[in-house]
C-alpha cells in the first residue's frame, strides 16, 4: 500500500484524540416502553423522535445504521450543532462531525447522551423527496441500549433497558483505519473457545460437506463425560454451525465455563444431541 | 478530517437502500416452520457493530448477512449467487428455493434482490467490518417474524409470525444522483486505500489443564488452582499436577480466573507455554514448566 504522507496520519490521530469519552448507559426505569412506527412505502421504519425537546421529527429507524445520524437541520434546530456551524472540513452531504445528543426521545421512550453524526445521507434525502420528510436516522448507539423487540405486523417495538453499554463504531473505526496506515500485515487473530472441552477436530480441505469430524476426544474431558467420541462429525455447537474448524472454534468461544451447551453430532446416520459442559481451563 | 468521515461514510451507509423503481409484486415465499415456536439465532457483532447473522443458501453456505431493517429485502451478493447458480430475473431479483437462518429460520423459495450494495463491497474491500459480508437480511424476511434484540445475550430470538409480507416498492423518479456521488465516492477511497490485508485466522492452542480461583487459606488472597489435568496432554507431560498453585502465565502474574483466561487466548498450537507454579506439598519454592501446546480446545 501506498505512503501516506505524515500530515494525513496527523489528522487520522487528531481525529482519534478528539474522541469524547464512551457513554455510559443510563438506566431508565426498568418497564417496557412500546413505541409505534410506521412502515413507508420503500418498507423502512420511520419513527418519531424529538432531539433536546424540539421536534418531532421522522427519522427512519435503522438496525443496520451503527451509527444515529441528523441532518444539518434538525441537527442546528435542537442545538445539536451550533446555529453558525460549518462543516467539518469537507463540504459534501453537509458533513459536521460528530455530536452528543444530550435527551434523545423515540416516542415515549428518552436516552440521555446519545452519540450522533451530522450529515446530509443522500439516501435519507432521495427517500425524503419521495415520501415526505425523513430528518436523520436512528440506528445502534440508540437500540443497543435496550432489549429490543421489533414486531412489524403490529407496527410496534419494545424497549426495555438492558444495561448495555454499546462501543463506539468511531472509536474501532479509527483502529482500523490506524491498522490500514500501516503496511504491515495486520496480527493474527486467534480465535479463542472461552473454557476447555476436550475435543479435537479436523476438515479436510476438499470436504464440503456440512460439520466436522471429532479427531479426538480427550479422556476426562468434558466432551468425553458427555459422550461424544472419535469419528463423530459435530454439526452445531450451542446452535452454532460448525462447518469449519474456525467456525467451531468461534462457536466454542460463545460458550463459558459451566454453561452446558446443546451438541448436535451426527454418528453413523443417526444425530445425536448431548449437553456438554465444558470447564474453565485450556 | 477528510478520510477518515469519507470511510466512516461509507462503513455507515449499510443503511436505507431504497429499491429501483419496481412494479410491487406479490409475495410467493412461505416459511415452513409452521408452529410459532421462538428460535434462538445465533448473531455477532462486526466491528463496525453491525448485527451479523448466517444464512445458508440451497444447503451452500453459511454466508455473512447484515440484520437491517433499513434494507428494504433480502439481499444476496452477485458473487454467491454465481456459485450458487442462482440467476436474477430482468427486475434483479432471484429465488432461493431454501434459505436457512442459523439457529433454524427456514424459508422456501426466498425472493432476493441479486446486487452489490457499494456499502458492502466498501466495507468488504477494507475488511472493515472483521468479516466477509454477503448481503443483508432486510425487511421481507424480518417482517415474517417477530424479532428480539438484546446484545446482553449471544443470541436473538425470533418468532415466526404467520406472515407473507409484499415486496417492497422502489422509489419512482429521481433523487439518486446523491446516492451516485456516494458509490462513486466509496470506489474512490477504497481504490485508494487498496485492499487491506487479512489478518490470519488461527485456532487457539491446547494445554490440558483446568483451574478453578480459590482463597488461599493462609494470606486470603485469591489464586489459581489447577483443578485437573488431561492425562497425557500437554500439561501433564510438562510435570503439572492437580493441587498446583499457578504463579506466572508467560511470565504475567495470574491472581484471579480473568487473568489467566486472557493470557491463555493468545496461546497458538506449537507454542511454547512459560507457567511458574507453587507446589503445595513441596514449600514455598517456585518451579518453571515449560508446556507445548497442541490442538485442540
Known amino acids: 500500500m501506498k505512503r501516506w504522507p505524515a500530515a494525513i496520519l496527523f489528522v487520522f490521530l487528531a481525529a482519534a484524540a478528539l474522541r469524547a469519552q464512551a457513554t455510559t448507559a443510563q438506566l431508565e426505569a426498568n418497564k417496557p416502553v412500546t413505541v409505534p412506527f410506521e412502515l413507508i412505502q420503500t418498507k423502512h421504519i420511520a419513527v418519531q423522535i424529538k432531539i433536546n425537546g424540539k421536534g418531532p421529527y421522522r427519522v427512519i429507524f435503522d438496525t443496520g445504521a451503527p451509527v444515529t445520524l441528523l441532518n444539518t437541520k434538525i441537527a442546528k434546530e435542537s442545538g445539536v450543532l451550533g446555529k453558525n456551524a460549518k462543516g467539518g472540513g469537507f463540504g459534501l452531504f453537509g458533513m459536521a462531525g460528530q455530536a452528543k445528543i444530550k435527551e434523545l426521545q423515540v416516542g415515549d421512550l428518552k436516552a440521555a447522551d446519545v452519540p450522533a453524526i451530522i450529515m446530509d445521507h443522500p439516501t ?22 435496550y432489549k429490543m423487540t421489533l414486531d412489524y405486523q403490529a407496527k410496534e417495538m419494545t424497549f426495555v433497558p438492558n444495561g448495555f453499554n454499546p462501543p463506539d463504531v468511531m472509536a474501532s473505526l479509527m483502529t482500523t483505519i490506524m491498522a490500514m496506515m500501516n503496511d504491515k500485515q495486520p496480527p493474527p487473530k486467534i480465535l479463542a473457545p472461552a473454557a476447555q472441552w476436550g475435543l479435537v477436530v479436523t476438515k479436510k480441505a476438499d470436504d464440503d460437506e456440512p460439520g466436522v ?15 461424544l467420541k472419535a469419528g463423530d462429525r459435530l454439526l452445531t455447537l450451542d446452535g452454532r454451525w460448525t462447518d469449519t474448524v474456525a467456525d467451531t472454534y468461534t462457536a466454542a468461544g460463545f460458550v463459558k465455563p459451566g454453561q452446558a451447551a446443546k451438541v448436535v453430532v451426527k454418528r453413523g446416520d443417526k444425530e445425536i444431541e448431548v449437553a456438554v459442559k465444558p470447564v474453565s481451563g485450556i | 478530517m477528510r478520510l477518515p468521515w469519507l470511510l466512516l461514510g461509507l462503513a455507515l451507509l449499510g443503511v436505507a437502500l431504497p429499491l429501483g423503481a419496481d412494479e410491487p409484486k406479490k409475495a410467493d415465499a412461505k416459511p415452513t416452520t409452521g408452529e410459532a415456536k421462538p428460535l434462538q439465532i445465533p448473531y455477532r457483532l462486526t466491528e463496525t457493530k453491525h448485527v451479523l447473522i448466517r444464512a445458508k443458501i440451497n444447503g451452500k453456505g453459511p454466508f455473512n448477512f447484515i440484520l ?25 431479483w432471484g429465488t432461493f428455493e431454501k434459505f436457512e437462518v442459523e439457529g433454524g429460520a427456514v424459508l422456501s423459495k426466498a425472493k432476493g434482490r441479486i446486487e452489490d450494495p457499494f456499502q458492502l463491497e466498501g466495507m468488504n474491500s477494507l475488511g472493515l467490518a472483521g468479516a466477509e459480508l454477503h448481503g443483508m437480511i432486510g425487511y421481507t424476511v424480518l417482517a415474517r417474524f417477530r424479532i428480539e434484540f438484546d446484545f446482553t445475550k449471544d443470541k436473538m ?8 409480507p409484499p415486496l417492497p ?18 470506489k474512490m477511497v477504497t481504490g485508494l486505500l487498496g485492499k487491506r490485508p487479512k489478518p490470519e485466522i488461527v485456532p487457539r492452542g491446547f494445554l490440558g489443564f483446568a483451574w478453578e480461583e480459590k482463597e488461599n487459606p493462609k494470606t486470603e488472597a485469591a489464586e489459581i488452582v489447577v483443578n485437573s489435568v ?3 496432554g500437554p500439561a501433564a507431560k510438562a510435570g503439572l499436577k492437580v ?5 506466572e502465565f508467560q511470565a504475567k502474574h495470574v491472581k484471579v480466573a480473568n487473568d489467566i483466561q486472557k493470557l491463555a487466548n493468545s496461546v497458538r498450537a506449537g507454542d511454547t507455554v512459560k507457567v ?22
Open chain 2, 230 to 232: 488431561v492425562a497425557d
Open chain 2, 169 to 186: 416498492r422502489g422509489l419512482d423518479g429521481g433523487g439518486t444522483a446523491g446516492m451516485d456521488a456516494m458509490a462513486g465516492m466509496v
Open chain 2, 157 to 164: 430470538t425470533w418468532t415466526p409470525l404467520d406472515y407473507n
Open chain 1, 213 to 227: 469430524t471429532i479427531k479426538e476426544v480427550r479422556s476426562g474431558s468434558a466432551a468425553a463425560a458427555a459422550g
Open chain 2, 68 to 92: 437491517d431493517t433499513g434494507a428494504p429485502a433480502l439481499f444476496v451478493a452477485t458473487s454467491v449467487c454465481k456459485k450458487l447458480g442462482v440467476a436474477p430475473g430482468k427486475d434483479g
Open chain 2, 276 to 297: 511458574t507454579i507453587l507446589h503445595p506439598e513441596t514449600g514455598p519454592k517456585a518451579e518453571a514448566l515449560t508446556i507445548q501446546a497442541a490442538e485442540g480446545f
Open chain 1, 124 to 145: 435519507v434525502d432521495a427517500i425524503s423527496k419521495a415520501l415526505g420528510p425523513i430528518e436523520g436516522i436512528v440506528g445502534f448507539p440508540f437500540f443497543a441500549r
Open chain 2, 243 to 247: 493441587g498446583d498453585v499457578i504463579r
